[in-house]
C-alpha cells in the first residue's frame, strides 16, 4: 500500500513516478509526477493533507450552483459555499470512498499562494466504477468534480488536468471507456463524444393516488396489516443484496450500463451511515422487501436523490407479483423518506438552540438599554431580566410537548420512477404518472477503439452468431479521416475469422491508390506461385467523421441514423451487406447509469 509520506514526496522536485492505489482492486500503479505548467502552477495529484483546501474551493465554486439547494435561491441573494458539495469532496477523500481513492483528485496548485490563501486553484476527482456492455464486465473512469477558480479560467487549466493527469492515469489503469456528465459543449475539446444516454424516469405527482392500507386490514382494526414489510439490511445481507440488483434480476433491459457491486453495498450497508458527517452523505436508502405471512426475504427496493426522490430498484424474487407489492411498499418508503434522519434532527435542534441564544442574548441586551437610558434601576433590570428567562423557560418545556414543535418531517411532494421503461412498477404507473425525458447525453470518451472492441468481443461474436451472418469472414477498415486529440489514431482495422474477431489494430491509415495497386500485385503474384487462383479477400469499409464512431460503437445511434445525421458517415463498399453487419453488431441500446452512487 502506497504511504501519506510516499505520495507527499511526489510533489516535491522529485521527477521519480510514484505508486498509487487501485480504487477497486487495490492493486498499485505508476503515475507521473508533478508538470510545472508555468507562472508558478504545478500539475499534482492529492494527498490526505489536501481535503480542507479542495473542500473549500470546491464549495466556494460551485455555490452558484443549485446541486442540493432544497428550495430556489433568490435572484438578489449571495450564496453560500455550497455545502453538498463539500460533502462530496470529503466522502471522495474517505478512506472507505467505493469509487475512489485519497490520492485521486488531479489538481493545480498556485506554489506563490500567500499565507493563510487556498494554493489550490482548479482540481478533478478521478473515479472509477464497475460496470458492463453486453456480457463484459468494464471498468467505467468517471472524471466528477470539475472545477477552476473565476480567477484562473482562460488558461486552459482543464486541458492541462484531463491531458497530463486524468487521460494518462485512467488509461493506465485499465478504463476502458471514461463518461462525464457535464457542462454542455464543455467536455468535447478534451476528446469526448456524446454518446451515452440518460434514462428517462417517470414522475408520480399525486401521491395521494397511492392508496392507503384499508382500515380493517390494519394491525390495530385486527387484521393483518401490510402483505410486505420492509427492514434495513445488515452486512450479513450482501450476498443477497448484490443477487438481487444484477441487470437480470432488475429486469433491465440495458445492454450497457454500471453495476452494483459488493463494494456498492458493502459502502452503503456498513459505512455510508455510520461515518456520515454531513445530512448530505446519505443520499439513498435501501430496504428488503419481507413477505408477511412467511417471513422470507422477497426483494429489494431502493430510492435515491436530492430535489426529488426517484425509485431506482424494485425487485421480487421470482413467484411474487409485482402488482400486489407495489402499493405496500410505497406506502412504506415514501413514510421512511419523510422521517428526519438522525442528522437532519441535530441540525434541527441547533437552529433551535442559536435561536435560543439569540433571543436570551437580545433580552440581556433590551435590559442593558433600559439601564444605560435610566428607565429601570439594576435591581429592576435584573428581576426583568431573571423573569423573562423564566418564562422562556416555561415556554420551552411546554412546547417540548406541544406537536408544533416536534421535529419537521419531510413533505414528499413527488416520487420519481428510475426503473426500466418496461419494468412491471414502471408500466403499472404509467396511467398515473408524467414522462420525465432527458435530453442530455452523458460525453463518452473510448481512448482506443481497438482495445475496446478486443475487450467486449464475446459479446459482439454472440451478436454474429445469432444472426444470417454467422460465422463471417471479413476485414474491416474505419476511417476517420484525420486523427484528433481523444483518438487512437485516424483509421481502425478489425478482422473477422469464422465469425470470431481475431484482432484490431488502432493504426490502420487509408493506402494510397499506389500502395493498393501494389497490394493487389502483390497478391496476385503469390497466387500464381502457389498454383491457386487469385481470391480477392472480403473487405468493408467505412467512414466517420473524428469521434463519431463512439456513438454507433456503444448503441446510441444506428448506422441510418448515423448517415443522416453527418454528412461524413458512409459505408462506400459492401453494400448493404456490409451496413447489415454493422447493425447486428452495433444495435442501438438502451443505458443504466446510476452515476452518484457513492
Given at each position: 500500500?502506497?504511504?501519506?509520506?510516499?505520495?507527499?514526496?511526489?510533489?516535491?522536485?522529485?521527477?521519480?513516478?510514484?505508486?498509487?492505489?487501485?480504487?477497486?482492486?487495490?492493486?498499485?500503479?505508476?503515475?507521473?509526477?508533478?508538470?510545472?505548467?508555468?507562472?508558478?502552477?504545478?500539475?499534482?495529484?492529492?494527498?490526505?493533507?489536501?481535503?480542507?483546501?479542495?473542500?473549500?474551493?470546491?464549495?466556494?465554486?460551485?455555490?452558484?450552483?443549485?446541486?442540493?439547494?432544497?428550495?430556489?435561491?433568490?435572484?438578489?441573494?449571495?450564496?453560500?459555499?455550497?455545502?453538498?458539495?463539500?460533502?462530496?469532496?470529503?466522502?471522495?477523500?474517505?478512506?472507505?470512498?467505493?469509487?475512489?481513492?485519497?490520492?485521486?483528485?488531479?489538481?493545480?496548485?498556485?506554489?506563490?499562494?500567500?499565507?493563510?490563501?487556498?494554493?489550490?486553484?482548479?482540481?478533478?476527482?478521478?473515479?472509477?466504477?464497475?460496470?458492463?456492455?453486453?456480457?463484459?464486465?468494464?471498468?467505467?473512469?468517471?472524471?466528477?468534480?470539475?472545477?477552476?477558480?473565476?480567477?484562473?479560467?482562460?488558461?486552459?487549466?482543464?486541458?492541462?488536468?484531463?491531458?497530463?493527469?486524468?487521460?494518462?492515469?485512467?488509461?493506465?489503469?485499465?478504463?476502458?471507456?471514461?463518461?462525464?456528465?457535464?457542462?454542455?459543449?464543455?467536455?468535447?475539446?478534451?476528446?469526448?463524444?456524446?454518446?451515452?444516454?440518460?434514462?428517462?424516469?417517470?414522475?408520480?405527482?399525486?401521491?395521494?393516488?397511492?392508496?392507503?392500507?384499508?382500515?380493517?386490514?390494519?394491525?390495530?382494526?385486527?387484521?393483518?396489516?401490510?402483505?410486505?414489510?420492509?427492514?434495513?439490511?445488515?452486512?450479513?445481507?450482501?450476498?443477497?443484496?448484490?443477487?438481487?440488483?444484477?441487470?437480470?434480476?432488475?429486469?433491465?433491459?440495458?445492454?450497457?450500463?454500471?453495476?452494483?457491486?459488493?463494494?456498492?453495498?458493502?459502502?452503503?450497508?456498513?459505512?455510508?451511515?455510520?461515518?456520515?458527517?454531513?445530512?448530505?452523505?446519505?443520499?439513498?436508502?435501501?430496504r428488503i422487501i419481507v413477505d408477511s405471512k412467511t417471513g422470507n426475504?422477497?426483494?429489494?427496493?431502493?430510492?435515491?436523490?436530492?430535489?426529488?426522490?426517484?425509485?431506482?430498484?424494485?425487485?421480487?424474487?421470482?413467484?411474487?407479483?409485482?402488482?400486489?407489492?407495489?402499493?405496500?411498499?410505497?406506502?412504506?418508503?415514501?413514510?421512511?423518506?419523510?422521517?428526519?434522519?438522525?442528522?437532519?434532527?441535530?441540525?434541527?435542534?441547533?437552529?433551535?438552540?442559536?435561536?435560543?441564544?439569540?433571543?436570551?442574548?437580545?433580552?440581556?441586551?433590551?435590559?442593558?438599554?433600559?439601564?444605560?437610558?435610566?428607565?429601570?434601576?439594576v435591581q429592576e433590570v435584573l428581576e426583568k431580566v431573571e423573569e423573562?428567562?423564566?418564562?422562556?423557560?416555561?415556554?420551552?418545556?411546554?412546547?417540548?410537548?406541544?406537536?408544533?414543535?416536534?421535529?419537521?418531517?419531510?413533505?414528499?411532494?413527488?416520487?420519481?420512477?428510475?426503473?426500466?421503461?418496461?419494468?412491471?412498477?414502471?408500466?403499472?404507473?404509467?396511467?398515473?404518472?408524467?414522462?420525465?425525458?432527458?435530453?442530455?447525453?452523458?460525453?463518452?470518451?473510448?481512448?482506443?477503439?481497438?482495445?475496446?472492441?478486443?475487450?467486449?468481443?464475446?459479446?459482439?461474436?454472440e451478436r454474429l452468431e445469432k444472426s444470417c451472418l454467422a460465422r463471417?469472414?471479413?476485414?474491416?477498415?474505419?476511417?476517420?479521416?484525420?486523427?484528433?486529440?481523444?483518438?487512437?489514431?485516424?483509421?481502425?482495422?478489425?478482422?473477422?475469422?469464422?465469425?470470431?474477431?481475431?484482432?484490431?489494430?488502432?493504426?490502420?491509415?487509408?493506402?494510397?491508390?499506389?500502395?493498393?495497386?501494389?497490394?493487389?500485385?502483390?497478391?496476385?503474384?503469390?497466387?500464381?506461385?502457389?498454383?491457386?487462383?487469385?481470391?480477392?479477400?472480403?473487405?468493408?469499409?467505412?467512414?466517420?467523421?473524428?469521434?463519431?464512431?463512439?456513438?454507433?460503437?456503444?448503441?446510441?445511434?444506428?448506422?441510418?441514423?448515423?448517415?443522416?445525421?453527418?454528412?461524413?458517415?458512409?459505408?462506400?463498399?459492401?453494400?448493404?451487406?456490409?451496413?447489415?453487419?454493422?447493425?447486428?453488431?452495433?444495435?442501438?441500446?438502451?443505458?443504466?447509469?446510476?452515476?452518484?452512487?457513492?
Amino acid at each position: 500500500m502506497t504511504t501519506d509520506k510516499q505520495i507527499h514526496s511526489s510533489s516535491s522536485t522529485s521527477t521519480g513516478t510514484p505508486l498509487f492505489p487501485h480504487p477497486i482492486s487495490g492493486e498499485t500503479h505508476m503515475r507521473p509526477d508533478r508538470i510545472d505548467i508555468g507562472d508558478g502552477l504545478l500539475l499534482r495529484w492529492s494527498t490526505k493533507e489536501d481535503e480542507a483546501n479542495v473542500a473549500d474551493l470546491m464549495a466556494d465554486i460551485f455555490k452558484w450552483d443549485t446541486l442540493g439547494l432544497a428550495k430556489p435561491r433568490a435572484d438578489d441573494e449571495m450564496p453560500k459555499p455550497n455545502e453538498f458539495v463539500r460533502a462530496l469532496v470529503h466522502r471522495a477523500f474517505r478512506e472507505d470512498c467505493r469509487v475512489t481513492t485519497i490520492y485521486d483528485f488531479a489538481l493545480v496548485e498556485n506554489t506563490q499562494a500567500y499565507e493563510g490563501q487556498n494554493p489550490l486553484v482548479a482540481g478533478i476527482s478521478l473515479q472509477q466504477n464497475i460496470g458492463y456492455f453486453g456480457k463484459i464486465k468494464l471498468m467505467y473512469g468517471v472524471p466528477e468534480i470539475v472545477a477552476t477558480h473565476p480567477d484562473y479560467r482562460g488558461k486552459g487549466l482543464m486541458r492541462h488536468l484531463f491531458h497530463g493527469l486524468i487521460h494518462p492515469a485512467s488509461d493506465l489503469r485499465g478504463d476502458i471507456i471514461q463518461i462525464i456528465a457535464g457542462i454542455p459543449h464543455f467536455y468535447c475539446q478534451f476528446g469526448y463524444e456524446y454518446a451515452i444516454g440518460v434514462r428517462s424516469s417517470r414522475r408520480l405527482d399525486n401521491l395521494a393516488s397511492i392508496p392507503t392500507l384499508p382500515e380493517y386490514e390494519t394491525i390495530e382494526k385486527g387484521g393483518l396489516g401490510e402483505p410486505f414489510w420492509l427492514r434495513i439490511p445488515t452486512v450479513g445481507d450482501v450476498p443477497y443484496l448484490v443477487r438481487m440488483s444484477t441487470p437480470e434480476k432488475m429486469l433491465n433491459q440495458a445492454e450497457v450500463g454500471l453495476l452494483y457491486d459488493e463494494e456498492y453495498w458493502q459502502f452503503w450497508i456498513c459505512n455510508a451511515v455510520a461515518n456520515a458527517a454531513s445530512k448530505f452523505d446519505v443520499t439513498r436508502e435501501h430496504r428488503i422487501i419481507v413477505d408477511s405471512k412467511t417471513g422470507n426475504d422477497c426483494g429489494l427496493v431502493m430510492t435515491y436523490g436530492i430535489k426529488m426522490r426517484h425509485v431506482g430498484i424494485f425487485t421480487l424474487e421470482d413467484g411474487y407479483s409485482y402488482r400486489d407489492a407495489m402499493y405496500p411498499v410505497l406506502r412504506q418508503m415514501i413514510a421512511i423518506e419523510e422521517e428526519p434522519t438522525s442528522l437532519e434532527l441535530k441540525e434541527q435542534a441547533e437552529k433551535k438552540k442559536d435561536q435560543e441564544d439569540e433571543d436570551c442574548a437580545e433580552r440581556k441586551l433590551e435590559g442593558f438599554n433600559d439601564l444605560m437610558d435610566g428607565s429601570k434601576s439594576v435591581q429592576e433590570v435584573l428581576e426583568k431580566v431573571e423573569e423573562e428567562e423564566h418564562k422562556a423557560q416555561e415556554d420551552k418545556a411546554t412546547a417540548a410537548t406541544s406537536p408544533a414543535d416536534q421535529p419537521t418531517k419531510k413533505k414528499i411532494q413527488s416520487l420519481g420512477i428510475g426503473l426500466d421503461p418496461q419494468h412491471p412498477i414502471t408500466k403499472l404507473l404509467e396511467h398515473k404518472s408524467t414522462l420525465m425525458t432527458f435530453k442530455n447525453k452523458l460525453y463518452t470518451r473510448i481512448p482506443s477503439y481497438a482495445r475496446f472492441l478486443l475487450k467486449v468481443a464475446p459479446t459482439l461474436e454472440e451478436r454474429l452468431e445469432k444472426s444470417c451472418l454467422a460465422r463471417i469472414s471479413v476485414t474491416w477498415h474505419f476511417d476517420f479521416y484525420r486523427k484528433v486529440l481523444g483518438s487512437a489514431g485516424r483509421g481502425l482495422e478489425v478482422v473477422f475469422e469464422s465469425g470470431k474477431l481475431v484482432s484490431a489494430s488502432d493504426d490502420w491509415v487509408p493506402p494510397s491508390p499506389y500502395e493498393k495497386m501494389a497490394a493487389a500485385r502483390e497478391r496476385i503474384v503469390k497466387a500464381k506461385k502457389e498454383n491457386r487462383p487469385d481470391i480477392k479477400p472480403l473487405v468493408y469499409k467505412a467512414q466517420f467523421a473524428p469521434l463519431t464512431f463512439t456513438r454507433l460503437l456503444v448503441g446510441d445511434m444506428t448506422m441510418d441514423e448515423m448517415m443522416e445525421v453527418f454528412g461524413e458517415c458512409e459505408h462506400p463498399d459492401g453494400g448493404e451487406d456490409a451496413k447489415m453487419m454493422l447493425d447486428i453488431l452495433f444495435p442501438k441500446q438502451l443505458f443504466h447509469f446510476d452515476l452518484h452512487s457513492w
